[in-house]
């Protein structure tokens, strides 16, 4: 289990444990944390589930493959160094602390 943060665009956050194995997306996705869409469901295909991981983490994180670079062109005002699709982040006891900021919108 990974203690994740998850703050609303308004700024409400949402502090969840979220198990091993999952993604941050469905992590999100199943504790009904508003803000993340995830419409194609963790395929990595639409760009609904687009966070800004906060700073300190930024290094922390797997580099992004091509696929997900390519999505996020479409994520709504994407910032190349903090934008993530959260269907590509895999929780694990690495993830422990980790916080992300939902955009204003999904597209």
Request: proline share 6%; net charge negative.
């Amino acid at each position: 289990m990974a203690k994740i943060t998850y703050v609303e665009f308004g700024g409400k956050e949402h502090v969840l444990e979220v198990p091993t194995g999952l993604t941050v997306m469905e992590g999100a996705r199943d504790n009904g944390v508003p803000g993340i869409e995830a419409d194609c469901g963790g395929a990595c295909a639409c760009s609904t589930c687009h966070v800004y991981v906060d700073q300190a983490w930024v290094d922390r994180l797997p580099t992004k493959d091509a696929m997900e670079e390519d999505m996020l062109d479409f994520a709504f005002k994407p910032d190349p160094v903090r934008s993530r699709l959260t269907c590509q982040l895999k929780v694990s006891d690495a993830l422990d602390g980790l916080k992300v900021f939902m955009p204003e919108k999904q597209i």
